[in-house]
């Protein structure tokens, strides 16, 4: 079983910054892509930032430039620093491990959110 613990959310100004962390339990952190979704009220979860195994980066096109999302496999980490903070980026963000495929079939791992507030 993994768990993955998010912290590093709180109230900023518009643009501010903000760094968050998901550590994980486990031995597979390091085989996996990792992402961070957000989701604000009355809307769906939507990728934010994911990183491959292997350290490729993808990214919403609402955040590119202004967000990095950054891994440490010693470490068991995926972090997310995001700078130059807009109201709209208010949200709760959830780090995800996965997706896993294998002869159990196709599953994920998900945080259990942290909140984030951009004040204007």
């Known amino acids: 079983q993994v768990q993955l613990v998010e912290s590093g959310g709180g109230l900023v100004q518009a643009g501010g910054s903000l760094r968050l962390s998901c550590a994980a339990s486990?031995?597979?952190?390091?085989?996996?892509?990792m992402g961070w979704y957000r989701q604000a009220p009355g809307k769906q979860r939507d990728l934010v930032a994911g990183?491959?195994?292997?350290?490729?980066?993808n990214y919403a096109d609402s955040v590119k430039g202004r967000f990095t999302i950054s891994r440490d496999n010693a470490k068991n980490t995926v972090y997310l620093q995001m700078n130059s903070l807009k109201p709209e980026d208010t949200a709760v963000y959830y780090c995800?491990?996965?997706?896993?495929?294998?002869?159990?079939?196709?599953?994920?791992?998900w945080g259990q959110g942290t909140q984030v507030t951009v004040s204007s």
């Open positions: 995800r491990l996965g997706p896993i495929v294998d002869a159990r079939g196709s599953y994920d791992y």
């Open positions: 990183i491959t195994s292997t350290g490729i980066r």
């Open positions: 486990g031995s597979i952190f390091r085989l996996n892509t």
